[in-house]
DNA sequence: GTCTCTTTACGATACTGTATCGTATCTAAA
DNA sequence: TTTAGATACGATACAGTATCGTAAAGAGAC
């Protein structure tokens, strides 16, 4: 059942062309559900209905698995344009909220950084799938103030990105909760202090 | 040899000490360094120079052994003043920023949110010992100023927190390094952002 | 004061049961 | 005949416990 296969090359029985999607699946929700060691194949392999052997032929190791469920995962964050500078910031972090909210958001953060001494391609990856473009949308949004004027000089754009993301993070550390209105206050603080 | 003995109560042979120590100690840099999963049991015995049992017969499970561990951390603070609001900030921040660059700093942070879901204990005892201290300390210096006179009205102190500690995570998840003068600019876009 | 008895903690080792990664072997499909 | 998949397995690591002989202390007998 379920055999859509797309490679009809060569001789022999072809791979089951939606087995790769379930397990990469399961195990990025293992993953962020359970942490990177804790996430056993084991459980991959039942929660995505196949038998270890065939996550084995695809990857060559738990780390490999891991790291190419990583890459499986991409910001696609709808890029509002509120017509303000503000409002298109808090869009953007309101936006950042709900992600970091998921189930199991902060603890996927949690995961890649305790990890970073074990395992440092996952903190790699998480980079430059998800932390990345964050920041790069900020970003964008800052730079197109700065062309526009309505920035200081001197100011510096990193930094603003940094306080407005780590805000969250902070939040979450301390209380686990972020309450409505969050967002619009960091942008108030933060835009009166870089603004003309 | 070494017996400082401290409980002369009953009969029998007294603890050893500086035992307990050794392991807090021991299980602590475990923690930090390779995780709340990774951290066995029997690396700690060894690391300690104890064998397990020595352990057990303290604390009763390996989940009680790490939030004794974390229990004995503390941050000290050494709280500086130097004449204006913007300046003790900066100085608290500095502190801040050595504390998470030392060596597996984001690392201990990870791993009690990576187990969140699994042993909430260490995220709480976190939260406790050291998130809320440093919290306190930061707010401490807002509520003087405000006192003082020098804040506008209506600005949330609580966001000023968050988003000038934050800023150093979102930082060091984004590339691991904190720039000299990182600080002083978080301080420098904050302050004008609440300021008279 | 000394000698023994009892009590408690100690280190070392071995063990139980389980979980895990990764693989060998067999069976089903093309 | 060739490849995929599934069951079963080997090897290892771990949490937690049990056992054995020993070290250190107090209590009582003399």
Redesign the interface.
């Known amino acids: 059942m379920a055999s859509e296969k797309i490679a009809g090359r060569g001789p022999g029985r072809p791979r089951d062309g939606e087995a790769e999607a379930r397990i990469l699946q399961a195990a990025l929700r293992l993953l962020a ?3 990177y ?2 996430m056993s194949l084991d459980g991959v392999a039942e929660e995505a209905g196949v038998s270890k052997p065939t996550i084995y032929r695809r990857w060559s190791s738990k780390a490999d698995l891991a790291t190419a469920a990583l890459r499986t995962i991409q910001t696609s964050e709808p890029v509002v344009a509120t017509g303000t500078t503000a409002g298109d910031l808090t869009a953007a972090l309101q936006n950042f909220a709900r992600s970091l909210l998921r189930p ?1 958001g ?2 996927l ?10 395992t440092p391609e996952l ?1 790699a990856l998480f ?1 430059e799938r998800l ?2 473009n964050r ?1 790069a949308q900020l970003l964008g949004i800052l730079r197109r103030a700065q062309r526009g004027g309505e920035l200081r000089a001197g ?2 754009l990193d ?13 979450y ?4 909760t972020i309450p409505p209105g ?1 967002a619009r ?2 942008v ?7 603004a003309k």
């Not at 953060?109 to 074990?118: D, K, Q, R």
């Not at 550390?173 to 686990?176: F, V």
């Not at 108030?188 to 870089?194: A, D, K, L, P, T």
């Open positions: 559900e359970q942490g060691t804790r199991n902060m603890s953060i949690g995961t890649v950084l305790a990890e970073e001494g074990h903190l980079r932390v990345a920041r100011v510096s930094a603003a990105v940094n306080l407005l993301v780590g805000a969250f993070y902070a939040r550390l301390a209380s686990s969050f206050e960091l108030e603080v933060v835009w009166r202090g870089m």
